[in-house]
């Protein structure tokens, strides 16, 4: 199973476990979870979020074969396209996430879009987590609304060769995200971390209007609890085939995975 | 009912890890002596038949709760536009009536009433209770837990001896949408001034910050804590059963069922206190009234 919805490091505004490479190995080997998409937790309110990337490039440098790790870039940051750079090249990032509401700026802002473009160009994917923390519980320092669906959307139309997988969100089905013939380019993946397969059923209804090649596994550990995501995975009623796709190929696929690291067996802690 | 896809084995397992003890000083309450723990949800809701898929609705709920391994599921059913009249929260329960008559033993009632109905409020009360079978009452944001219209519904259920599931969650100054809303504090106060009364606050997962709401119910003994809510933090059943004790907390998925039964699965508990939250704390609380 691969998880692209992880994180490593200090968040500003809550105590996190598991946070540490070792212990989140740990944690997703409890949970046969072989391979994790991870960036920085404190690159999301570091000022320069670069610092962040540099100590998650330190973390997960002994686990390149559990770890993939993003990159956090804030084009409204001076020397951005530096940091986009090193974290490719330097630091072997796979792909950047971004947070235009935490960074303050926007997805259609001519700097987001170059540095969508240029990250493209590199074969980096581009992550969105659409919430860190749910508003209600926010800090009182800050009022971070989620990232508005639409502006998403905007943006995969101005980068129709960029890929991008959509973390954190929910509620896709009313917006064109999650709807058939939505004019959009399939160029992004959703993950199911705060999906419902039940009632609702959105991951069943993203399926339907996507297809099942567009719906991922993620569970956005250790800020949340692996196990839901897992349960999801456990009583979604799909064939095992599907299951299989969202569970890894679908992003192996999308991330461009080596066959071999597609296909391999779960090995336990990598120590 | 049909076997569940998420066993009660998987629902127990401690996954990875040391066993997590109960903190010094943690109020220690043997668990009630049941042959069975049921595994009871003690936060859900029947949908409200305004909407037209409102029986499908329902049944979908016992089906996802078939296949998650939850056999029993307290509902209550609410106004979708508040504060309640008397008629509508007299119709509410009426539904939820015919939703326990429909599903014999799966469903259990909770009462809506708002307080500020008096008389009204606590003849419903009555109704639902000794006439009807609900196992409790249930309430909303009308008016907080610690402001004295809510007293005598209060007195009445320690008369009845059942629970008041109450509303509750403490968000941030920034996003406060509703005025009359009670936290784990409004709720202690209530509780100091009636100790007898069984209180439950609602969702820790599902009402703003958490961990401001375990530390605010730390020193209210009487206060039991429902774990519902759609936010899904790592680490706040450990906390909460760190702080107050498993035997105060009570699963409940308030509709967000996998990230319920996720967040118990989750945490490294003895199995026994797994067992207090996934049931025989609710079913001590309902025995108290023989409706167990």
């Known amino acids: ?271 | 009912m049909s076997d569940p896809v998420i066993s009660r084995r998987a629902l127990l397992a401690t996954l990875g890890g040391a066993l997590v003890t109960q903190a010094a000083g943690a109020r220690t309450r043997p668990p009630s002596s049941t042959p069975r723990a049921r595994v009871i949800d003690c936060h859900a809701h029947l949908r409200h038949r305004s909407h037209a898929s409102w029986r499908d609705d329902d049944r979908k709920l016992i089906e996802a709760a078939d296949k998650l391994g939850i056999d029993q599921l307290c509902c209550s059913l609410l106004t979708p536009v508040k504060p309640a009249t008397a008629e509508q929260f007299r119709e509410c329960n009426q539904w939820v009536a015919e939703g326990m008559r429909r599903f014999p033993g799966r469903v259990l009632g909770y009462c809506f009433v708002n307080p500020g109905y008096g008389r009204e409020a606590l003849d419903e009360i009555r109704r639902c209770i000794e006439d009807r079978g609900f196992i409790g009452v249930k309430l909303y944001n009308d008016y907080r837990a610690n402001e004295p219209v809510v007293w005598p519904v209060v007195e009445l259920t320690i008369k009845l001896r059942v629970p008041i599931l109450h509303h509750a969650g403490h968000p941030t100054w920034l996003s406060q949408p509703q005025p009359h809303m009670s936290d784990g504090g409004h709720l202690v106060e209530l509780a100091d001034r009636y100790p007898e009364a069984m209180l439950i606050c609602g969702h820790l997962g599902g009402g703003g910050d958490w961990e401001w709401t375990i530390k605010a119910l730390r020193n209210g003994a009487s206060v039991y804590l429902d774990t519902s809510g759609t936010v899904i933090d790592e680490g706040m059943i450990e906390m909460a059963t760190r702080m107050l004790g498993a035997d105060r907390i009570l699963f409940g998925c308030d509709m967000s069922m996998t990230a319920g039964i996720g967040k118990i699965r989750a945490v490294t508990l003895a199995a026994a206190e797994k067992d207090q939250i996934l049931g025989t704390n609710m079913q001590g609380l309902l025995s108290r009234r023989g409706t167990a």
């Open chain 1, 1 to 271: 199973m691969i998880d692209v919805n992880a994180y490593l490091g200090h968040f500003a505004f809550r105590q996190l476990r598991h946070n540490r490479a070792d212990q989140l190995l740990r944690l997703m080997d409890s949970r046969n979870i072989e391979q994790a998409v991870v960036s920085s937790a404190a690159a999301i309110t570091y000022r320069n979020a670069q610092a962040g990337n540099e100590e998650l490039a330190s973390d997960v440098q002994r686990h390149r074969d559990r770890f993939i790790p993003f990159g956090v870039v804030n084009p409204a940051y001076a020397g951005w396209r530096d940091d986009l750079k090193i974290c490719h090249e330097e630091f072997g990032a796979k792909g950047l996430r971004l947070y235009p509401r935490w960074h303050n700026y926007d997805l259609s802002d001519p700097d987001c879009i170059e540095l969508v473009n240029a990250a493209s160009d590199r074969s980096l994917v581009i992550s969105i987590p659409l919430r860190v923390e749910d508003r209600r519980q926010q800090s009182w320092l800050v009022d971070i609304p989620d990232v508005d669906k639409e502006e998403i959307a905007a943006l995969m139309k101005s980068c129709p060769d960029s890929r991008f997988i959509l973390v954190n969100g929910s509620g896709y089905v009313r917006s064109p995200l999650g709807q058939t013939n939505n004019g959009l380019p399939a160029n992004y993946v959703i993950d199911i971390s705060l999906l419902t397969v039940e009632l609702e059923n959105e991951v069943g209804q993203l399926i339907e209007n996507l297809g099942p090649e567009r719906v991922v596994f993620g569970s956005g550990m250790p800020f949340h609890y692996p196990d839901p995501a897992i349960v999801k995975m456990e009583i979604l009623d799909v064939s095992e085939a599907v299951k299989e796709g969202i569970r890894r190929r679908n992003v192996a696929r999308l991330l461009r995975l080596p066959a071999a690291s597609a296909k391999r067996p779960y090995l336990g802690l990598a120590e």
